[in-house]
């Protein structure tokens, strides 16, 4: 019996990687995932048991080993038997870059102003300093 394959898009939208197969298409399309340490940008790329997926989700890097390519959008408890997670442990908070914050500091000018900014603002209108 040959191995059974999926669409890499669809594999990821079986094992919950990603909510859509259409996000899955345009993740794949960027360039994000690597199969077998092989770059695709192919969303018809057939994966199946054995292959190793390299992906830039989430803010991170995900190692997953496929199990089994799935045959339906089940469960979270279904979907996480599709794959076992190789990736590597996220860096504690201390270790980790001001780049890696999910929300970067704001430039001067830069938006609405903070709270902060607005007293400082108020204070300087009234002239209570």
């Known amino acids: 019996m040959p191995l059974r394959k999926e669409r890499l898009d669809k594999f990821l939208f079986f094992s919950r990687a990603l909510k859509s197969r259409t996000l899955a298409q345009k993740v794949i399309e960027t360039g994000a995932i690597r199969v077998n340490s092989e770059k695709t940008d192919r969303s018809d790329h057939k994966v ?6 390299t992906m830039a989700l989430h803010g991170r890097i995900v190692v997953w080993r496929i199990i089994d390519p799935g045959t339906r959008r089940g469960p979270a408890s279904e979907a996480q038997g599709l794959y076992e997670d190789l990736s590597p442990p996220a860096l504690p908070r201390e270790e980790r870059s001001p780049y890696d914050a999910a929300i970067a500091p704001r430039g001067d000018g830069a938006g609405r102003p903070t709270k902060k900014q607005r007293r400082d603002t108020d204070r300087l209108r009234d002239g209570d300093e």
């Open 48 to 53: 199946g048991a054995g292959d190793v997926l």
